[in-house]
């Protein structure tokens, strides 16, 4: 499919993981791609143009403002004015404990300044863009987190419920002027993150899944450039899981 082609998108989170996958995926149908990310995303971008595409990879910390305006500059210098954007990028507190009580002021900045703040900015720097344009496509890449409690992940939960309420308030704000903006919330993914877990952690996270296996980053690339697409024209604010039916179960 070539449902992109003639769209210029950013892509935070680029540079591995659920990222590479959508920037791939992006590039595959048709989108000139932008990756974003503190980490170079050479072999994204390399693995693009190999395929034909075309890319550009720009290191950013999502959570400063001026890099935002310096990737958006940057990719109308290179492509053109940015009509899709996928906010990928996230992190997970490793600064110690994550629940209410023990999680301290830098676990909680940590997160909530990349994964919540971070997409704010994203918007905010974006979206005047497409106005100019008359419209646009966002997607948020939320988590499971944000639909049901989960041990020891109280930061990541508030971030990504931030992100899902902040996805229906960009429907609701910008909707009738062209932007569309969407939410997905994977289930777990295998991604670089879960490559040196134990097999029985591995396990336990796969039985998490109606369909008792991992999901894969091109999976949530797939739901992510149907949103992206105008074969979803009829779809704003929406959240949708893609987490091999953990939603769906009685316990996690």
């Known amino acids: ?3 992109l082609v003639g769209r210029v998108a950013i892509v935070t ?33 390399k693995e693009i143009i190999t395929n034909g595409g075309e890319a550009l990879h720009v290191v950013m910390d999502v959570r400063d403002r001026h890099d935002w305006k310096r990737l958006v500059t940057e990719t109308a210098k290179s492509f053109g004015p940015v009509g899709l ?37 994203g918007l905010q720097a974006v979206i005047p863009t497409m106005l100019g344009q008359g419209g646009g496509a966002i ?8 639909l049901k409690g989960l041990t020891n992940l109280a930061a990541y939960s508030a971030a990504k419920g931030g992100m899902v309420s902040l996805t229906r308030q960009v429907a609701m704000e910008y909707g ?6 969407n939410c997905i919330c994977p ?3 295998d991604t670089p993150i879960l490559a040196n877990i134990p097999d029985d952690l591995r396990r336990k996270f796969a039985s998490s899944h109606i369909i008792h296996r991992l999901g ?3 999976e949530i690339a797939a739901a992510t450039a149907f949103f992206l697409s105008d074969d979803s024209a009829f779809c704003t604010g929406g959240i949708l899981p893609v987490d091999g039916g953990w939603n769906s179960k009685g316990n996690d």
Do not use: Y
């Open 1 to 3: 499919m070539n449902r």
């Open 13 to 45: 989170g680029g540079a591995q993981g659920i990222g590479k996958a959508v920037a791939l995926r992006c590039a595959a149908e048709g989108a000139k791609v932008v990756t974003a990310d503190l980490q170079a995303s050479e072999a994204t971008v």
């Open 85 to 121: 954007l996928a906010n990928v990028a996230g992190v997970t507190n490793t600064f110690g404990a994550d629940n209410i009580v023990d999680l301290t002021d830098e676990g909680w900045n940590h997160v909530i300044d990349t994964d919540l703040r971070g997409v704010w900015l």
């Open 139 to 146: 997607v948020n890449i939320a988590s499971m987190a944000a």
């Open 176 to 181: 009738a002027q062209g932007i569309r903006c």
């Open 187 to 189: 289930g777990t993914i």
């Open 216 to 218: 894969d980053p091109a």
